[in-house]
């Protein structure tokens, strides 16, 4: 975590707590109108944003035409800036307000992994649709989660923003945080969630979209340790601020000879599984996020370097 100033801290924070504020307050759909709204107007006025994601959007999606792919880009940006709204607004909903907005397909199959194991599984999703979602309605309905996240560089505003998440019935866990918290979480059969979509500086590299991508390796170092099962979800949202979360499918570490290939053709399995549900809704994917920046060894880094993404 970078290192701020009280002044600075306070000076981002104050703003942007009384725009929270302001968005918590505001009925729900006109909390989605603005989010669209701002969406749109940062694929046209935040063009290294948009550069990002409609290189990402090539190397993803080739045959698709360039007003294809700006199409994707749009929405992508105004689904990201509803998931951060409805996260701000859901600071001051109830928790049956939060229920009435969410359903679910295949939680028999999430409950049937966490029976046949008698351990916590390895949740493994990504920023698609509404990822906090996800985790207000697993902490509600009493499945008390551990939520493994990257703190913010504002700690106040951190701090605020952790209270939101662990009201709920949610345990926070920094990405460098006492691994002991997880085995407990996990032996105490609760879930541990993995958004791990990202690029990720210190993963194993394997196939995402035709190119290697730097991919995280917990839920997997997770899964051999402790046997527990992998579960694939996501969210998918419709245009008035209701969710389907989709349990999609459930995975067991499958044996190489050598614990690096058992690592790397696991995390391969969940990335295909993640790539999958991308490519079936890439208009509620992250394309901000520049994936493929981190390259492997000896191999140059090209992707962001230049405008060629028409």
């Known amino acids: 975590m970078a290192y701020k100033s009280p002044k600075v801290i306070m000076l981002e924070y104050i703003p942007l707590r009384i725009l929270m504020e302001i968005i918590a307050f505001t009925p729900y759909i006109i909390v989605i109108l603005f989010a669209k709204l701002i969406g749109t107007l940062m694929y046209y006025l935040v063009p290294s944003t948009r550069k990002i994601a409609l290189i990402n959007l090539k190397q993803a999606f080739p045959e698709k035409s360039f007003k294809e792919r700006k199409r994707i880009a749009k929405r992508s940006m105004k689904s990201m800036i509803m998931t951060f709204a409805e996260f701000i607004k859901s600071s001051k909903m109830s928790n049956e307000q939060i229920l009435k907005r969410i359903k679910i397909e295949g939680i028999d199959m999430f409950d049937e992994a966490i029976h046949k194991s008698n351990r916590g599984p390895a949740v493994i999703t990504g920023h698609i649709g509404n990822w906090e979602y996800i985790a207000f309605y697993f902490a ?17 505003l951190d701090a605020y923003m952790r ?26 059969k609760k879930p541990i969630a ?39 979800l996501y969210s998918l949202p419709d245009r008035y601020g209701h969710h389907k979360i989709i349990v999609d499918d459930v995975l067991y570490i499958e044996e190489k000879e050598t614990k690096e290939e058992t690592i790397k053709h696991n995390v391969q399995r969940y990335t295909k599984k993640l790539e999958e549900i991308i490519r079936k809704y890439p208009e509620n994917w992250l394309w901000v996020h520049p994936r493929w920046n981190t390259r492997p060894n000896g ?9 060629n993404y028409r």
């Open 140 to 156: 509600i309905k009493g499945y008390n989660p551990g939520v493994i996240f990257r703190p913010l560089d504002n700690p106040k």
């Open 163 to 188: 209270s939101w998440r662990e009201k709920r019935g949610m345990k926070c866990i920094p990405k460098k945080g006492n691994l002991r918290d997880i085995f407990n979480l996990i032996n105490d």
């Open 194 to 232: 993995f958004l791990c979509d990202q690029n990720y500086l210190d993963g194993v590299f394997v196939d995402f979209f035709g190119y290697p991508a730097a991919t995280a390796v917990g839920p997997v170092a997770l899964a051999m340790k402790t046997k527990s099962p992998m579960i694939i």
């Open 299 to 307: 191999e140059p880094e090209i992707f962001y370097k230049n405008d």
